[in-house]
């Protein structure tokens, strides 16, 4: 189980830098959603749409630690990237919790929330 999880944030991964909104959309729990660092909120449309102004130029996962459950998974790791939104480049070093849920169609990301790093 705990493969199948790494797997799926490998997937996940991939499929935010490539912008790849098909693979996301199969990715995501309909009830998904994002906590930003700065406290937004985003549904699985929105994370989805994020794209028609959003690209990443990189993105990295380090220190992942992942914890099963019955039926749920929780995915801690860092998360460094670099990215463009509206034109600006960013560079974020941020901590990511993402927490899987196993349903009938199979493994879903049912939500993500990140936390800046500061000095990282």
Excluded at 13 to 20: F, G, Q, T
Excluded at 60 to 77: G, L
């Amino acid at each position: 189980m705990i493969s199948d999880v790494h797997r799926l944030r490998r997937a996940f991964d991939e499929a935010e830098l490539r912008a790849d909104t098909g693979a996301l959309n199969a990715l995501l729990a309909e009830d998904f959603r994002s906590i930003g660092e700065q406290g937004h909120v985003l549904d699985k449309a929105q994370w989805i749409g994020k794209f028609a102004e959003f690209s990443y130029a990189g993105l990295e996962s380090s220190d992942v630690e992942v914890c099963c459950y019955p039926h749920a998974a929780i995915v801690r790791c860092v998360q460094r990237s670099h990215s463009t939104w509206r034109g600006h480049e960013m560079a974020l070093v941020v901590r990511a919790s993402q927490t899987w849920v196993e349903l009938p169609e199979g493994w879903r990301l049912a939500g993500i929330q990140f936390s800046t790093l500061s000095g990282a």
